[in-house]
T-cell receptor
């Protein structure tokens, strides 16, 4: 399986600021995704990061709040903009594996907004 | 949208006991995935199932893709303390990323 790293691993931020989370994969992957996991909850897909084009957002998530970049097949960033305490969550990068429909996750970025 | 019911929500067992958890859905899936998440970590893929009726093992873990394509179960035999964590099922109909996740089963193993 691909090795996925995320930076930062955790951060504490002030309300109204923005944080950019980086995801690096050790091999080229076609599909990359960003998920949110709120405290004690399951995983919710934010968007699919498309290489060379705008990300595809799920219902309830918008580009102005969660801008995403995907400059190549091994790297993506997710920005959480104008943060509020409700944005406190774990943000996870995910990629599709070699085998059909397999999906692997990075270690996550634990964000706390004060 | 699609919803998964994962049960039980939590389990407290003695080391050495067997564990069973399951997920059911009102919709059919063509892939079932089972993950384990340790505190402070991302989910780790344990088993992937692709065909109705498929039974797959990974060490002490066994998972099955229900024949109706609407359910799946995960069994853990002879549990050990490092089995502690949250187990998630995920059902998928179309392609990777479009998974529907269960709410998780929190497993506690008492030595």
């Amino acid at each position: 399986s691909a090795v996925i790293s995320q930076k930062p691993s955790r951060d504490i931020c002030q309300r109204g600021t923005s944080l950019t989370i980086q995801c690096q994969v050790d091999s080229q992957v076609t599909m990359m995704f960003w998920y949110r996991q709120q405290p004690g909850q399951s995983l919710t897909l934010i968007a699919t990061a498309n290489q060379g084009s705008e990300a595809t957002y799920e219902s309830g998530f918008v580009i102005d709040k969660f801008p995403i970049s995907r400059p190549n097949l091994t790297f993506s960033t997710l920005t959480v903009s104008n943060m509020s305490p409700e944005d406190s969550s774990i943000y996870l990068c995910s990629v599709e594996g070699v085998r059909r429909n397999e999906q692997f996750f990075g270690p996550g970025t634990r964000l706390t907004v004060l | 949208g699609q919803q998964l019911n994962q049960s039980p929500q939590s389990m407290f067992i003695q080391e050495g006991e067997d564990v069973s958890m399951n997920c059911t859905s009102s919709s059919i899936f063509n892939t079932w995935l089972w993950y384990k998440q340790d505190p402070g970590e991302g989910p780790v893929l344990l088993i992937a199932l692709y065909k109705a009726g498929e039974l797959t093992s990974n060490g002490r873990l066994t998972a099955q893709f229900g024949i109706t394509r609407k359910d799946s179960f995960l069994n853990i035999s002879a549990s050990i303390p490092s089995d502690v964590g949250i187990y998630f099922c995920a059902g998928l109909y179309s392609h990777a990323g479009k998974s529907t996740f269960g709410d998780g089963t929190t497993l506690t193993v008492k030595p």
